[in-house]
């Protein structure tokens, strides 16, 4: 039996966890595309009027603007928000996978500029396939309330590939906000 720290040696007969492990390498892949190609300007572009960003508070820390109901009509994130909004629920998701209390909203921070904020998020990979490399296929059935709360019916497999869909709808954002500032730069 495979554990999901091991790539998938045959597509067709993969395990549960080989399968998670491949789809997130697949999605990290594409996001280390934009990751290489980022520049320390495209985090704070504003693509709208209506935007979402984060701002240097009194104290120098990055604050994500935030709104516990979503506005109508929803602002266009910036890189840097949806970059702090990955390290957020990622963060988050860790803690729990790791038996950890997760930590508020409001105590993950986003670390400033761009090379930062690259190496936070490759070391949150890193925490991630620490957490993929102990689970075998039986783990994935355990149940888990995030990032569902108050609903037992989701399993570990659920959380796996919430992640995986959640970065990739990160990712695809990030790379066509760096896409758009780039061809309205030229």
Request: charged share 25%; with cysteine.
């Amino acid at each position: 039996m495979g554990t999901c720290g091991e790539g998938p040696r045959r597509p067709v007969n993969a395990s549960r966890c080989e399968l998670l492990r491949w789809q997130f390498e697949l999605t990290w892949s594409l996001f280390e595309y934009h990751l290489e190609r980022l520049e320390p300007e495209d985090f704070l572009w504003e693509p709208a009027a209506l935007c979402w960003t984060v701002r240097r508070d009194a104290d120098g820390t990055w604050v994500p603007d935030w709104a516990d109901t979503e506005p109508d009509p929803v602002p266009v994130p910036t890189i840097a928000w949806v970059s702090w909004h990955i390290g957020w629920w990622w963060s988050v998701t860790i803690d729990h996978a790791q038996g950890r209390t997760p930590r508020e909203r409001t105590e993950i921070t986003w670390p400033g500029d761009g090379t930062a904020t690259i190496e936070w998020l490759r070391g949150l990979r890193g925490d991630w396939l620490a957490v993929l490399d102990r689970l075998t296929d039986p783990d994935l059935d355990a149940t888990t309330q995030l990032p569902w709360q108050n609903d037992p019916e989701h399993t570990i497999a659920h959380m796996l590939a919430w992640v995986n869909a959640e970065l990739m709808k990160n990712v695809t954002e990030i790379g066509q906000l760096r896409l758009l500032r780039a061809a309205s730069a030229a």
